[in-house]
């Protein structure tokens, strides 16, 4: 059978309760699988992120192109492999770093089980546990395994499971569900599912599919390289035939400026910094405790225009604090305090509401216990008789006063109408009975108002994303009025425009429902994954916040997902980002993180694009021209160092918080094709009119090299402005590199000096490049926005990109 397997066509037979399962019973288990082996959600191994980042179809190209031009002997022109190395450990350290500290996360939270074997409790490792253990539960501790009450009661918060965080009520024989943690009371529980036939791992087990990546970077470069892919080998094979079949070049030559073309057309440079930029951004944000599994996903919340919050952890902070006391008639707040002060010094319950007065009046008291009642599910209550001072008791109303309590019902409804608990506090002259009942004369004297406990940094947090114009959704297991009260007080823009999920029955009411309402309340996972669904199928681009089982769906649905590590493994594994220190407060650091990397990238890759632009064309155009590709991959991977791969990575990580605006691959190209078309002409006239001007071959590669400077320095002082130091000083420092390296590394860049006859052609033509230059990115402005966000959007792009939302699969 196997692991987490169990019978369950007829009844567990019952563990005694006083020795539980024997040495032998649990081996016999073991070798069954009826264990609860870990089903959770597994990282990659080192391994699997070492090759994926390895293997990839530019490296590989590369390698092959390396591999020629080292079969010809032109050892100076493999330095272009340097970048493909760098690419590959970047993304392989950067992948294997997320993988160890989420593992390690997830150890240090994985919870101990306490279980009767042989007649002793022994603490054991959750994946330890067999079918039909007998576990022992008390105040704190999570449920490991899905179970049933055999002895004692408990009080069970279901909120990582169902969403909903009012304590639950447990007696024996009722089911306790796993990812469930004990509020109050203790009982002895026997195991009756194990590993995936778990509820919380059924649930997470859903979530086992392959999720696409909603990046419009990556989906961009995935563009740029299918398109590449495409046109490149062919290129490159008619590029070589005609060079060494027509024009008859030595095959080191034909080899050479081939390949020189073929890597002039890949921007491998640009994957390699986009990866840095996002590296840079995951250790940022590691200062904020935030820890970062998808290099990706800081691009993605950047651009959400939807963020669904749960309000437990996000909103609140799990925790209840007392908002009011309300004497009432002849008795004073004065008198309310002391009282309570004394009940919380004498009780030593342990659940939400009293821990909340307790942290409220907290001083000393003088006054004396002589009798105490602990709280119960049954009861409702607890109290305690003090010496010379009667009788006190706090609680339910209902449970306290009885039929009594109909004359104060409208004042508490009120209370609750605004999304509060409400405790009676009472008091009687004589004491508790034999059987712990209530004295008769028990009279009310004041209530307690309680709710939630807001964070602190919540109000600051959702003012900043509303003023980022981001629609704010509250979705939570709560009761809808309870939600949208807290909502409101939290400063939750329209809070009051709260929806009760359990009324929604269609997917067509819920599509209108998700874009009408701010708040929704008794909503189940399963409705959690449809307004996600359907946020999206409406073209927004969806975050979702979540800590418990019942929100792994909808966080794996989501573009961008963020996870508290104080909840369940299973919503840590699943989502994008992690709050270490399950802080909300860090989500605007993210965005501010997210618009620096896109908009910087955006800059950046105009410089590598417009290699790649020119290249491309200019690799099509020698097919048929007849004349050599003036080009080695030496040229370029100067010009490249110089023009694109200093410059971008500076200009890449400069802070930047400008609002995102517009298609990242229309900005790019509106600012790399004027660059590209004015290089393809500087160098189409040098080879066209070689024989007219006089001019040799090396010194046609020699002024081309100097054209593709000139171009690629235009296009970065454009970058650059408004100029500052950091930028001025780049400008400056890649001008006097090209000198120096022109001047004294001439025979390693295979260039030639220039000559009287050279500077002739060169000066006029480079005039002219510059006026057509600035000419042509005034057109492609205007050009760019009436017409390239439209063609990128559509739908040819999003099917030759690939962005189109794939169906979940197993």
Known sequence: MEAGKTENTRPRPLTDLHTGLTAEAVRERVQKGLHNADEGIKTKTEKQIILENTFTFFNILNFVLAFFVLLVGSFK????????????????????????????????????????????????????????????LSNGQQICADAFVRQGEVEVNESLITGESDPVLKHAGDKLL?????????????????????????????????????????????????????????????????????LHDSIQD?????VAAMIGMIPEGLILLTSVVFAVSVIRLSRYKTLVQDL??????????????????????GTMQVDEIIPLEGYTEADMAQALTALVGALSDDNPTYNAVKAHFAGESFWRARA????????????????????????????????????????????????????????????????????????????????????????????????????????????????????????????????????????????????QYTVFGRVTPQQKLQFVKALKANGHTVAMTGDGVNDVLALKESDCSIAMASGSDAARTVSNLVLLDSNFASMPQVVKEGRRSINNLQRSASLFLQKTIYSIILGVLFIFLPASYPFEPIHLTFVSALTIGA??????????????????????????????LTMILGVLFLCLFQQQLGLTQEQVSTLSVIVAFTVGFMLMFKLCVPFNALRGALFGIMMLAFILGYVLFMDIFSLIPLTASMLFVLIPLLLVLIAFMILSNHFMEHIAEQHANRFFSSKLFQRLHGAGRKRRGA
């Open 77 to 136: 022109n493999l330095l272009f492999l340097g970048v493909i190395f760098s690419n590959a450990a970047i993304g392989s350290l950067q992948g294997i770093r997320a993988k160890r500290t989420i593992d390690k996360l997830s150890l240090i939270s994985a919870p101990k089980a306490t279980v009767l074997r042989d007649g002793a409790l022994q603490s054991i490792a959750v994946h330890e546990i067999v079918l039909d253990d007998v576990m022992q």
């Open 178 to 246: 796993s990812g469930s943690f004990i509020v109050s009371g203790s009982c002895l529980a026997q195991v009756e599912h194990v590993g995936r036939d778990n509820y919380a791992n059924r649930i997470a087990n859903d979530a086992k599919y392959i999720k696409q990546s909603h990046s419009e970077i990556m989906h961009a470069l995935n563009f740029i390289v299918k398109t590449i892919g495409f046109a490149l080998i062919p290129i490159g094979l008619l590029l070589f035939g005609k060079q060494f079949f027509i």
């Open 254 to 258: 034909a080899v050479v400026s081939s």
């Open 296 to 317: 990706y996903c800081t691009e993605s919340l950047a651009r959400v225009d939807v963020l669904c919050l749960d309000k437990t952890g996000t909103i609140t902070e």
């Open 372 to 515: 105490v009642v602990p709280f119960s599910s049954a009861r409702k209550w607890s109290g305690a008789t003090f010496d010379g001072r009667g009788t006190y008791v706090m609680g339910a109303g209902e449970f306290i006063l009885h039929e009594r309590f109909d004359a104060l019902r409208a004042q508490t409804e009120a209370y609750a109408a605004r999304g509060e608990r409400v405790l009676l506090l009472a008091r009687a002259d004589g004491a508790f009975a034999e059987d712990k009942s209530l004295p008769a004369d028990v009279q009310p004297i004041g209530l307690i108002a309680i709710s939630d406990k807001i964070r602190a940094e919540a109000p600051q947090t959702l003012r900043y994303f509303a003023e980022q114009g981001v629609t704010l959704k509250v979705i939570s297991g709560d009761n809808a009025v309870t939600v949208s009260n807290i909502a409101r007080k939290a400063g939750l823009a329209d809070a009051e425009n709260y929806c009760d999920a359990t009324t929604l029955q269609t997917e067509e009411e819920i599509s209108a429902a998700i874009e």
């Open 647 to 676: 410059p971008s990575f500076v200009l890449a990580l400069e802070p930047n918080s400008d609002r995102i605006q517009g298609n990242f691959l229309t900005n790019v190209l509106k600012k790399s094709f004027p660059s590209a």
